[in-house]
């Protein structure tokens, strides 16, 4: 799978938030964006996702363009920083009707995923009082519930304590080797340096460093 950016240029209240980007990604390789905050990798994955359009530039996804031959990426898993779920749901509620959109999977692969991140399924407390870190491990569980083709974590371990660096940073790598497509956002520098197969630094909505498009 090919998902490529080109030259994608993004203004809001006449401020360029994405400036010019391109950028090609592949199956089965983790891309690290790194930046300060505000540098544009929030926006960045809006725009790669479709959650967002842009005023001039492409985004394909082998060959079919996004905004005209699908309104978002199929088979995305996505968590961005800030982004909030149901906060009178316990956790599995949450996953449950989330899941109910796609019919995808079954409660018991739900379950096995709350796990997997570090979650209790049968924990009875309801997200709005969750700490920081249970919030973020709930955002992954559900980017990966599903098994999509493409991943993209935005600041995935903010509030996560020690233990839980280890295991989310594992879960990337267990996406990776299944053949995701991962984008991982961070101005943690070590978990881009650990997880990266290719590392993008971004600074004022412009790629400044590892610009890997091709040369087409």
Not at 33 to 43: A, F, H, L, P, V
Not at 94 to 112: C, G, H, P, Q, V
């Amino acid at each position: 799978m090919k998902l490529k950016a080109q030259s994608i240029t993004k203004k809001i209240n006449n401020k360029i938030i994405l400036d010019n980007i391109s950028l090609t990604f592949y199956s089965g390789k983790i891309y690290g964006i790194w930046g300060r905050n505000g540098s544009g990798k929030t926006m960045l994955f809006r725009a790669l996702s479709g959650l967002m359009g842009i005023d001039s530039g492409e985004i394909l996804l082998d060959g079919k363009l996004l905004k005209k031959d699908f309104d978002v990426l199929p088979n995305l898993g996505i968590t961005l920083e800030h982004a909030q779920l149901y906060p009178g749901m316990t956790g599995i509620e949450n996953l449950r009707y989330l899941a109910s959109i796609n019919n995808k999977i079954d409660n018991d692969i739900i379950a096995e995923t709350i796990k997997r991140v570090g979650l209790n399924p049968n924990d009875k407390r309801t997200y709005n009082k969750y700490s920081l870190g249970m919030k973020q491990r709930l955002a992954i569980a559900q980017a990966i519930m599903e098994s999509p083709d493409i991943i993209m974590l935005d600041e995935p371990t903010n509030g996560i304590d020690e233990n839980g660096l280890v295991v989310i940073r594992n879960i990337i790598l267990e996406e990776k080797k299944r053949g995701a497509l991962i984008l991982l956002a961070s101005h943690n520098k070590d978990d881009i340096s650990l997880l990266s197969d290719e590392v993008i630094e971004l600074a004022n909505g412009r790629v400044i460093a590892g610009d890997n498009n091709e040369k087409d």
